[in-house]
């Protein structure tokens, strides 16, 4: 068996756990308290797992540049929901993850907005929204925002404002979180050359010429995505155990047993 088919084992281990405390969930204290927050936790259940498959697929079929792009969204999704993760355990309520489903849900409209505006200017050049509240007060994804308001709340949860957060969190007690970020974070910038076209990613191609070589790098990413994206089901297990101990604890345990396998060789 290679690296890739064992890491494909432990994660249909994952998945038949995931199964069983995933029914549980829609009927548990933490979804009545937590309606927003479980939201988000499902979103990136779903994206995390998508990922996560698609880097696996990939490095069997050797599409090197594929996967690099897929670790780096990957790095990412993890990361947002470390910040999800983090601001949770400092509130207990569920206000953070309706703010940032609404800010985010605004800026994204807004971002669409100015890219049509930047379109409209290549054929007029004086094309402008003069009054952008008015424009925006019947968009239902603004209720009542302004533009400014968006864009200063938006800016809290830019990707290098929560690497600034949790950076900051980590170090006033978990060194470990702290060093893997440090590892994370190297690597999602890295990475940076492949999304953008750097010359980098291509210098790093040819000095992967060799099916050994990329195997070895396919091996490492495999068994990172592994632990991300199961780490995201971890994670949020501990958030159901602090409402419904009872129901997820050993769901907990028994995960957490899986992860662990994947440093055993």
Avoid at 193 to 215: A, C, P
Wanted: glycine share 4%; charged share 30%; with cysteine.
């Amino acid at each position: 068996m290679n690296e890739i088919e064992r890491i494909r084992e432990l994660d249909d281990d994952v998945f038949e756990e995931f199964k069983v405390y995933f029914s549980k969930t829609s009927a548990s204290e933490f979804v009545k308290e937590f309606p927003t927050t479980s939201i988000l936790l499902n979103m990136f259940y779903t994206s995390g797992t998508f990922i996560k498959s698609s880097i696996y697929d990939n490095c069997e079929s050797d599409n090197y540049y594929g996967v690099k792009i897929l670790y780096r969204s990957l790095i990412e999704h993890y990361l947002r929901f470390q910040f999800l993760f983090v601001n949770w355990g400092l509130t207990k309520s569920d206000k953070f993850a309706t703010d940032y489903l609404e800010y985010n849900a605004a800026r994204e409209v807004l971002d669409l907005i100015k890219a049509k505006v930047t379109e409209q200017q290549l054929y007029q050049s004086n094309f402008k929204i003069e009054h952008w509240d008015m424009f925006l007060k019947d968009h239902p994804d603004f209720k009542n925002k302004s533009r400014k308001e968006v864009e200063i709340e938006t800016q809290k949860v830019t990707f290098n404002n929560i690497i600034r957060f949790l950076n900051e969190e980590f170090k006033k007690g978990n060194k470990e979180m702290s060093r893997f970020l440090g590892e994370l974070i190297i690597d999602y910038s890295n990475l940076s050359s492949y999304v953008h076209g750097g010359m980098t990613s291509y210098r790093e191609m040819i000095s992967h010429d060799n099916l050994v070589k990329r195997e070895k790098e396919y091996n490492r990413i495999a068994g990172l995505s592994f632990q991300l994206s199961n780490s995201i089901k971890l994670f949020s297990l501990i958030m159901y155990v602090q409402t419904d101990r009872e129901k997820f604890s050993q769901h907990y345990h028994n995960l957490d047993k899986i992860l662990k396998q994947i440093n055993e060789k």
